[in-house]
């Protein structure tokens, strides 16, 4: 298949990209700058121009692919309802490109949209009170006879990037501290970057409308645990903050920093005989070169 990948040079977008094509896809990324579209070139795939506010290259680079993978976001989260705003537009577009055919549409979303305080599962709907709306729009694309399903991601981490846990890796580094809330026995579910880029080419081949994947290697690692590792990379104290300190320790960052961010996989593995077999949030942070420019990109 010729798969049309936004996001595609991006932390997630890029390894889905290497994944599609050592399988023996086509991939045709998205690319918003040079250095973009060369790095698309040396991994061996296509090259398109436009970013998520370009609708028209969103369109005609759905219309000419057999199937999109939308990974892009804008993770700027002082701005995060406008992102949001921007992500669902992308999203109907490209399902507009789409409508009519059988060629699949996988959309991106988060486990945070769907539960705290307890293990959620792929039978969940999303919180209505979180602003993401990816899956909303998707579900509306279904009615309209999109093949449209939805990949929910935990903490994405390799040596690079942990997802939100990049965030409070910046913010220990600032303040001198790695804390936690509480006691810290609030969890969040991870997976390995290669786990689930796997993972997509598997939902994308499934082609299976209206289905719910959770990219979910481990269902919930301690927030307490996730401080100390980052204590022991940067050599700084480790901390307990109350909640009533929280927000103004972590910021923007305080409104999931307390939270219970855990999610199952089981129905996941066994509708498409996914199984996760790379290293864990905690090895890959004991790992980590926490000085490395990039590591707060």
Known sequence: MKIFVTGATGFIGSAVVRELIGAGHQV???????????????????????????????????????????????????KFKE??????????????????????????????????GRVATEEDAPSP????????????????????????LPQVHDTRKQGLVTYLIAVAREKGVSAFVGEGLNRWAAVHILDAARLYRLALEKQEAGARYHAVAEEGVPVRDIAEAIGRGLKVPVVSKSPEEAA????????????????????????????????????????ANYFAAEQTA
Not at 83 to 110: F, H, M, Q
Not at 136 to 152: H, M, N, P, W
């Open 28 to 78: 045709l990324g998205m690319a918003r700058s040079d250095a973009g579209a060369k790095s698309l070139t040396a991994a061996g795939a296509q090259v398109h121009r436009g970013d998520l506010k370009d609708l028209e290259s969103l369109r005609s680079g759905a219309a000419m692919s057999d199937g999109v993978i939308h990974t892009a976001f804008v993770h700027d989260f002082s």
């Open 83 to 116: 992102n949001c705003e921007i992500d669902k537009r992308a999203i109907e577009t490209l399902g507009s490109a789409l409508e009519g055919s059988e060629r699949p549409l996988l959309v991106t979303s988060g486990l945070a949209t769907v539960a705290q």
């Open 129 to 152: 009170a979180f602003p993401r709306l990816s899956e909303e729009t998707a579900e509306a694309l279904l009615k309209r006879g999109v093949r449209a399903s939805v990949v929910r």
């Open 248 to 287: 103004a320790h972590f910021g923007w960052l305080a409104m999931f920093a307390g939270g219970d961010l855990t999610g199952s996989s089981a129905q996941t593995q066994r509708r498409l005989g996914w199984r996760p077999t790379g290293p864990g949030l905690i090895t890959d942070l004991d790992r």
